[in-house]
């Protein structure tokens, strides 16, 4: 398979999961099935993928590395490099966006509210993250009986 295929595929392949997250009732299967059948299989794939590069390689290859912006942008140079950093970034988004639907949950926060911020999450992970974070210490202060200084 070459780097391309793999690419389309993580990147749809992804979208289940998400779907299922965002649009389905969560349970502890809901939960188990995107644990395994997504964060899982993507970090699977990410070190199968890596260790390839790797051997294939024989290392990051000449002047990859993460020491400075440009031993960085010579390991994205090549389609092997940004499809693996690309499963990289969906396996986490993934884990970050299941982490804030179990904490919504927790804190009941609406269906509705919690809907945009994982598609956010989605889409730009860390920005959908940090308006959970706000969202989520307003919802805990509230739960806790305290007044938010607002």
Not at 62 to 74: D, I, L, M, N, W
Not at 84 to 108: C, E, P, R, S, T
Not at 113 to 132: D, E, S
Request: aromatic share 12%; glycine share 12%; proline share 3%.
């Amino acid at each position: 398979m070459d780097w391309a295929t793999l690419f389309t595929i993580a990147n749809t392949a992804v979208l289940l999961p998400w779907a299922a997250l965002i649009f389905m009732p969560r349970g502890p299967k809901t939960h188990a099935l995107i644990f395994y059948l997504g964060i899982g299989l993507l970090s699977l794939t990410y070190a199968v993928s890596l260790v390839s590069l790797l051997v294939a390689n024989g290392g990051l290859g000449e002047g990859g590395g993460f020491g400075s912006v440009e031993e960085v942008r010579t390991l994205f140079m090549s389609d092997a490099g940004v499809t693996i950093g690309w499963i990289h970034y969906l396996a986490f988004d993934l884990f970050v966006g299941q982490w804030i639907a179990k904490d919504a949950d927790h804190k009941m926060v609406s269906r509705w509210v919690q809907g945009p911020i994982l598609f956010l999450t989605l889409m730009a992970g860390p920005l959908g993250l940090f308006v959970w974070m706000l969202v989520r210490e307003r919802r805990a202060r509230a739960m806790a009986g305290l007044r938010s200084a607002s």
